[in-house]
């Protein structure tokens, strides 16, 4: 049984004592740093952006795994490389010229991803999935944590797969929003290959050891 790659999402972290969390992370298992990035016009909330991921950069040597939740993601792509971003993921819907913006991040070494809305179906990805490095399944509709897990997720996990596999693709799937204990075992058996993790490690007593059961479950 192959055991997912766990991005816990700072989001949930504490802004006024970052480097604890950061510290918690780096002893974990979690392999990613799962960073959100916010501009208040393509979601309805404003997080952070490239100094915090620098400075959290400054302190791991985890795969910086980068969600822009952006409109015009193009115009940034080089400062995301400067302060560290391994992944670059950009929202479908947030891109007019995808092809062109998944070049554009290969072409700064990066990894590239893309990331769909809830009601955004799969096969929309069908001519460019064999250029994704990675394809983010939102379980949630992007602009906040601590949301609850949208059940029709289990089925586009199933289609990415399907979609992965037909073309020969190598994508690893992401899903971000809502995981925890009781639904991680079911998204990796499912395919689910990175799993983002937020509230269920802050919010928990024990992130460490709850970073660790989700990459068990
Ligand atoms: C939501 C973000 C998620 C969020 C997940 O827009 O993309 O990464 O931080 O948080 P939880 O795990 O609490 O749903
Ligand atoms: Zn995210």
Redesign the pocket.
């Known amino acids: 049984r192959i055991m997912p790659i766990i991005a816990p ?1 700072i989001l949930a972290a504490d802004f006024s004592n970052l480097i604890k969390d950061i510290e918690m992370v780096n002893q974990s298992e979690a392999e990613w740093f ?1 960073l ?1 990035v916010m501009d208040g016009v393509f979601v309805p909330n404003i997080s952070y952006g490239m100094p915090v991921i620098k400075a959290i950069d400054d302190h791991t040597d985890k795969v910086m795994d980068v ?1 822009l939740m952006i409109v015009q993601p193009e115009r940034y792509i080089k400062d995301f490389k400067e302060v560290g971003a391994d992944v670059l993921t950009v929202h479908y819907e947030a891109c007019t010229h995808l092809h062109r913006t998944i070049q554009a991040i290969k072409d700064e070494g990066m990894k590239a991803g893309v990331a769909l809305n809830p009601h955004t179906p799969v096969h929309l990805l069908e001519d460019i999935i064999h250029d994704l490095d990675l394809l983010l399944i939102m379980s949630v509709n ?1 602009g906040f944590g601590g949301q609850k897990f949208i059940q029709n997720t289990y089925e586009k996990i199933t289609q990415a797969k399907n979609l992965i596999e037909r073309k020969n693709a190598s994508t690893l799937i992401e899903i ?1 929003g809502g995981v925890g204990l009781g639904n991680a075992a079911q998204l990796s058996q499912l395919g689910a290959d990175v799993l ?1 993790a937020g509230s269920s490690v802050f919010q928990s007593n024990d992130p460490m050891g709850t970073i660790s059961e989700l990459l068990r479950s």
């Open positions: 999402s799962h959100d969600h992007p971000d983002v």
